[in-house]
């Protein structure tokens, strides 16, 4: 078990990224040191208000180098490296921190295939080093209560669940990395890989899993867990948003289980240094656990469409169809 007493020397890999500054917020809250960082891009000024003694790097391989060096003192050696880099680059940039001889965190989606997660597995074993995933859902109050309420149900037959998270994203989101299924792998693993693990960690092991509709803004299927039937639909279309929140709110997250609503867009954002609280202390979850969700969405991308079932179908589904 990590001593969470112990100040934590840290290097960040891709630093100008969008989910970036919450890892570096979680690094100083949990009283550790972000010692140096890396992006090729250099927009990287929110540095000055969370770590602005860290060293910085917009090339590779002066980042390895310097980290390299670090391990030559006790005091400087680095401890983690923080992975937010562009989605094909995780498998890479985690096998280079294990390399530097350390544990690394990395963002979701850890990898995209379970070919990949074997491969990580192997370099755990070689450098004694281990990988953990922000899979930061499964420390929600509200996640966390319901997977209770489920594990404490009485009733035989599976519950009846739809799942549905927009998003909205800009003209931008498709001329970036993330528009391009190359890098992200799509919008249903870019923005519902943790989604799915979440369907996991409080339903049991995936059964069965159909895709509906997929384009490069949406995606909507059906999921059949140990303990659920689940209509799921994720889209970065603001069009998409419920009449009554458009206007108001950006994000709509939610989650229907028999009949009850569970709306849990707020706090949802604060739940990173939790994850870096429980992986300091030894209770991080690392490719074992990533591995159901990682193979889900893997599923989800190489299989093809289906017509839907009446009783599979999201009830955004038509509409989705319509356009």
């Known amino acids: 078990m990590t001593d969470s007493n112990t ?44 770590s602005p003694q860290s060293e910085f790097f917009t090339d590779f391989e002066r980042f390895y180098e310097h980290a390299w060096q670090l391990k030559r003192n006790s005091s400087t050696k680095l401890d983690y490296v923080s992975i937010c880099s562009p989605n094909h680059m995780h498998a890479s940039h985690i096998a280079a921190g294990l390399r530097l001889g350390c544990d690394v965190i990395c963002e979701k989606p850890l990898v995209p295939t379970s ?12 450098t004694g080093k281990k990988v953990y995933n922000i899979l930061q859902l499964r420390h929600h109050p509200a996640i966390v209560e319901l997977r209770d309420k489920v594990a404490n ?14 998003t909205s994203r800009g003209k931008w989101y498709l001329e970036s990395w993330k528009g391009d299924p190359r890098k992200s792998f799509g919008v249903a693993t870019n923005i519902g890989v943790h989604f799915f693990d979440m369907l996991h960690f409080i339903f049991g092991k995936l059964q069965k899993n159909v895709l509906h509709y997929t384009d490069d803004l949406k995606a ?8 659920a039937r689940v209509k799921w639909l994720l889209s970065i279309d603001a069009n998409d948003l419920p009449d009554e929140i458009k206007g108001e709110k950006t994000t709509y997250r939610t989650i229907n289980c028999d009949g009850d609503e569970l709306e849990f867009s707020g706090g949802f954002t604060d739940l990173h240094t939790v994850s870096y609280q429980e992986i300091l202390a030894g209770r991080g979850y690392g490719i074992k656990d990533a591995r159901h969700c990682v193979e889900t969405v893997e599923q989800i991308r190489t299989q093809q469409l ?17 356009k």
């Open 306 to 322: 289906q017509s839907a079932k009446a009783n599979e179908a999201h009830p955004f589904l038509s509409s989705l169809l319509k």
């Open 153 to 166: 149900s009485k009733q035989s037959k599976k519950h009846e669940v739809e799942l549905t998270y927009i």
């Open 220 to 227: 909507s299927g059906y999921l059949e867990y140990e303990k």
């Open 7 to 50: 100040n934590k020397n840290f290097a960040l890999v891709g630093a100008a990224g969008y989910i970036a500054p919450r890892h570096m917020r979680a690094i100083k809250e949990t009283d550790n040191t972000l010692s140096i960082a890396y992006d090729i891009n250099d927009s990287v000024g929110v540095i000055d208000s969370i």
């Open 115 to 126: 070919d990949d997660l074997d491969e990580l597995e192997l370099v755990e074993e070689e």
